[in-house]
Protein backbone atom coordinates (compact mmCIF):
# COMPACT_ATOMS: atom_id res chain seq x y z
CA UNK A 1 0.00 0.00 0.00
CA UNK A 2 2.65 2.31 0.92
CA UNK A 3 4.72 1.65 -2.39
CA UNK A 4 1.66 2.31 -4.67
CA UNK A 5 1.18 5.85 -2.89
CA UNK A 6 5.04 6.35 -3.95
CA UNK A 7 4.42 5.44 -7.19
CA UNK A 8 1.11 7.20 -7.38
CA UNK A 9 2.36 10.57 -6.42
CA UNK A 10 5.54 9.78 -8.47
CA UNK A 11 7.67 9.96 -5.11
CA UNK A 12 10.89 8.20 -4.84
CA UNK A 13 11.81 6.41 -1.43
CA UNK A 14 15.72 6.23 -0.94
CA UNK A 15 17.54 4.67 2.54
CA UNK A 16 21.16 6.41 3.56
CA UNK A 17 22.07 3.84 6.03
CA UNK A 18 25.58 3.33 7.86
CA UNK A 19 27.23 -0.38 7.66
CA UNK A 20 27.24 -1.86 10.77
CA UNK A 21 24.41 -0.92 12.54
CA UNK A 22 23.65 -2.54 15.60
CA UNK A 23 20.60 -4.57 16.24
CA UNK A 24 17.22 -3.19 17.89
CA UNK A 25 15.46 -5.44 20.23
CA UNK A 26 11.67 -4.71 19.63
CA UNK A 27 8.43 -6.38 18.67
CA UNK A 28 9.31 -6.90 14.91
CA UNK A 29 5.95 -6.34 14.04
CA UNK A 30 5.33 -3.42 15.99
CA UNK A 31 7.89 -1.60 14.60
CA UNK A 32 7.08 -2.49 11.26
CA UNK A 33 3.50 -1.11 11.37
CA UNK A 34 4.87 2.11 13.18
CA UNK A 35 7.61 2.23 10.14
CA UNK A 36 4.72 1.35 7.49
CA UNK A 37 2.78 4.19 9.22
CA UNK A 38 5.34 7.12 9.51
CA UNK A 39 5.93 6.54 5.57
CA UNK A 40 2.62 6.52 4.77
CA UNK A 41 2.50 9.76 6.25
CA UNK A 42 5.21 11.01 4.45
CA UNK A 43 4.20 10.19 1.39
CA UNK A 44 1.00 11.59 2.06
CA UNK A 45 2.74 15.45 2.86
CA UNK A 46 4.95 15.49 0.38
CA UNK A 47 4.27 16.84 -2.65
CA UNK A 48 7.11 16.46 -4.90
CA UNK A 49 10.62 14.71 -4.50
CA UNK A 50 11.00 11.95 -2.79
CA UNK A 51 11.47 10.55 1.04
CA UNK A 52 15.15 9.68 2.54
CA UNK A 53 15.34 7.22 5.01
CA UNK A 54 18.66 7.66 7.44
CA UNK A 55 20.06 6.01 10.00
CA UNK A 56 23.19 5.52 12.26
CA UNK A 57 25.02 4.73 15.18
CA UNK A 58 26.00 7.52 17.39
CA UNK A 59 27.77 4.74 20.21
CA UNK A 60 25.11 4.57 22.74
CA UNK A 61 21.55 2.50 23.16
CA UNK A 62 18.08 3.98 21.44
CA UNK A 63 15.45 3.27 23.34
CA UNK A 64 11.96 2.56 21.80
CA UNK A 65 8.95 3.15 22.98
CA UNK A 66 5.19 3.26 21.44
CA UNK A 67 2.12 4.83 22.70
CA UNK A 68 -2.02 4.85 21.33
CA UNK A 69 -4.01 7.29 21.04
CA UNK A 70 -4.79 7.82 24.88
CA UNK A 71 -0.93 8.04 25.46
CA UNK A 72 -0.72 4.18 26.92
CA UNK A 73 2.45 2.23 26.36
CA UNK A 74 2.54 -0.59 24.12
CA UNK A 75 5.89 -1.04 22.96
CA UNK A 76 9.10 -0.93 25.33
CA UNK A 77 12.49 -2.30 24.01
CA UNK A 78 14.98 -3.85 25.85
CA UNK A 79 17.35 -0.38 25.59
CA UNK A 80 14.15 1.67 27.57
CA UNK A 81 14.22 -1.28 30.11
CA UNK A 82 17.60 -0.71 30.95
CA UNK A 83 17.01 3.17 30.38
CA UNK A 84 14.79 3.24 32.63
CA UNK A 85 14.97 0.31 35.27
CA UNK A 86 11.46 -1.30 34.49
CA UNK A 87 10.73 -4.57 32.90
CA UNK A 88 8.46 -4.09 29.74
CA UNK A 89 5.72 -5.62 31.46
CA UNK A 90 5.40 -3.83 34.17
CA UNK A 91 5.17 -0.51 32.40
CA UNK A 92 3.04 -1.89 29.00
CA UNK A 93 -0.51 -0.28 29.58
CA UNK A 94 0.55 2.63 31.32
CA UNK A 95 0.75 5.97 30.68
CA UNK A 96 3.56 7.63 29.41
CA UNK A 97 3.43 10.55 31.94
CA UNK A 98 4.62 7.71 33.69
CA UNK A 99 8.34 8.99 33.44
CA UNK A 100 7.82 12.46 33.30
CA UNK A 101 8.74 14.09 37.20
CA UNK A 102 7.05 17.19 35.50
CA UNK A 103 3.94 17.64 34.07
CA UNK A 104 3.98 20.81 32.58
CA UNK A 105 7.39 19.71 30.67
CA UNK A 106 5.05 17.00 29.33
CA UNK A 107 1.89 18.91 28.69
CA UNK A 108 4.74 21.27 26.64
CA UNK A 109 5.77 17.80 24.52
CA UNK A 110 2.31 17.03 23.65
CA UNK A 111 1.55 20.81 22.67
CA UNK A 112 4.27 20.57 19.81
CA UNK A 113 3.80 16.98 19.45
CA UNK A 114 -0.09 17.84 18.23
CA UNK A 115 0.20 20.70 16.53
CA UNK A 116 3.73 19.97 14.57
CA UNK A 117 3.07 15.92 14.46
CA UNK A 118 6.93 15.52 15.98
CA UNK A 119 9.45 16.71 18.20
CA UNK A 120 12.66 16.43 17.70
CA UNK A 121 15.94 15.90 19.95
CA UNK A 122 14.56 17.76 22.87
CA UNK A 123 16.32 17.21 26.15
CA UNK A 124 15.03 16.67 29.11
CA UNK A 125 15.19 14.35 32.44
CA UNK A 126 13.01 11.04 32.77
CA UNK A 127 12.54 9.28 35.93
CA UNK A 128 13.86 5.70 36.25
CA UNK A 129 13.18 2.96 38.65
CA UNK A 130 13.81 3.94 42.04
CA UNK A 131 13.31 7.84 41.43
CA UNK A 132 16.55 7.96 39.07
CA UNK A 133 16.51 11.09 37.13
CA UNK A 134 18.09 10.12 33.78
CA UNK A 135 18.80 13.15 30.87
CA UNK A 136 18.09 11.82 27.52
CA UNK A 137 17.57 13.22 24.03
CA UNK A 138 14.05 12.36 22.76
CA UNK A 139 12.16 12.57 19.39
CA UNK A 140 8.49 11.82 18.96
CA UNK A 141 6.70 11.52 15.76
CA UNK A 142 2.99 10.71 15.44
CA UNK A 143 1.52 7.72 13.45
CA UNK A 144 -1.85 7.99 11.47
CA UNK A 145 -4.39 5.66 10.12
CA UNK A 146 -5.56 5.09 6.63
CA UNK A 147 -7.99 8.14 7.00
CA UNK A 148 -5.29 10.31 8.62
CA UNK A 149 -7.03 10.13 11.95
CA UNK A 150 -3.91 9.92 14.43
CA UNK A 151 -3.53 6.30 16.02
CA UNK A 152 -0.26 6.70 18.58
CA UNK A 153 3.21 8.09 18.47
CA UNK A 154 6.45 6.53 19.04
CA UNK A 155 9.77 7.77 21.29
CA UNK A 156 13.09 7.67 20.23
CA UNK A 157 15.14 7.86 23.22
CA UNK A 158 18.83 8.28 23.94
CA UNK A 159 20.75 8.44 27.30
CA UNK A 160 23.04 11.37 27.40
CA UNK A 161 24.34 10.70 31.24
CA UNK A 162 28.03 9.27 29.66
CA UNK A 163 27.89 12.85 27.39
CA UNK A 164 26.91 14.67 30.81
CA UNK A 165 29.53 13.20 32.67
CA UNK A 166 32.24 13.85 30.02
CA UNK A 167 31.08 17.66 29.90
CA UNK A 168 30.82 17.55 33.94
CA UNK A 169 34.99 16.20 33.53
CA UNK A 170 35.30 18.57 30.37
CA UNK A 171 34.31 21.81 32.71
CA UNK A 172 36.56 20.42 35.53
CA UNK A 173 39.63 20.24 33.52
CA UNK A 174 38.77 23.89 32.06
CA UNK A 175 38.77 24.99 35.73
CA UNK A 176 41.76 23.09 36.43
CA UNK A 177 43.78 24.81 33.39
CA UNK A 178 42.91 27.95 34.08
CA UNK A 179 43.45 27.75 38.30
CA UNK A 180 47.02 26.54 37.26
CA UNK A 181 47.55 29.38 34.61
CA UNK A 182 46.90 31.85 37.54
CA UNK A 183 48.95 29.98 39.98
CA UNK A 184 51.83 30.24 37.35
CA UNK A 185 51.18 33.98 36.66
CA UNK A 186 50.81 34.66 40.26
CA UNK A 187 54.11 33.14 41.12
CA UNK A 188 56.00 34.66 37.91
CA UNK A 189 54.63 37.86 39.25
CA UNK A 190 56.10 37.58 42.56
CA UNK A 191 59.44 36.25 41.50
CA UNK A 192 59.73 39.16 39.43
CA UNK A 193 59.60 41.43 42.32
CA UNK A 194 61.33 39.54 44.88
CA UNK A 195 64.10 39.51 42.12
CA UNK A 196 63.74 43.62 40.98
CA UNK A 197 63.65 43.96 44.85
CA UNK A 198 67.06 42.67 45.34
CA UNK A 199 68.42 44.04 42.51
CA UNK A 200 67.04 47.50 43.36
CA UNK A 201 69.04 46.35 47.02
CA UNK A 202 71.82 45.21 45.52
CA UNK A 203 72.19 48.21 42.94
CA UNK A 204 72.02 50.78 46.10
CA UNK A 205 74.77 49.20 48.12
CA UNK A 206 76.72 49.68 44.88
CA UNK A 207 75.90 53.06 44.77
CA UNK A 208 76.71 53.65 48.64
CA UNK A 209 80.27 52.22 48.05
CA UNK A 210 81.56 53.81 45.29
CA UNK A 211 80.10 57.24 46.84
CA UNK A 212 81.52 56.37 50.22
CA UNK A 213 84.74 55.67 48.16
CA UNK A 214 84.75 58.67 46.47
CA UNK A 215 84.23 60.58 49.77
CA UNK A 216 86.92 58.70 51.69
Known amino acids: ?3 ALFRAKGLTLQTDLVE ?34 SACHDGGEVAI ?4 RQGRLTEFNEAAERLTGYRKDEVLGKPVSFFYESSDVLREILDVLWRE ?5 RELLLTGNGGRRVPVSLTVAQ ?3 RE ?36 LVHDVRNYAQITGGYLEALLADQVYRLCHWRVA
Not at 24 to 42: F, I, S, Y
Not at 65 to 68: E, G, I, L, M, N
Not at 117 to 121: A, D, L, Q, T, Y
Not at 169 to 176: N, P, Q, V, Y
Open 143 to 145: FYG
Open 148 to 183: GEPLGSVGITVDLSDRRRLETRLREAKLWVEYCTNL
Open 20 to 53: SLPPVHADRTRVRQVLTNLLGNAARFTEGGGVII
Open 117 to 121: GKVEE
Open 1 to 3: AVS
Open 65 to 68: TVTD
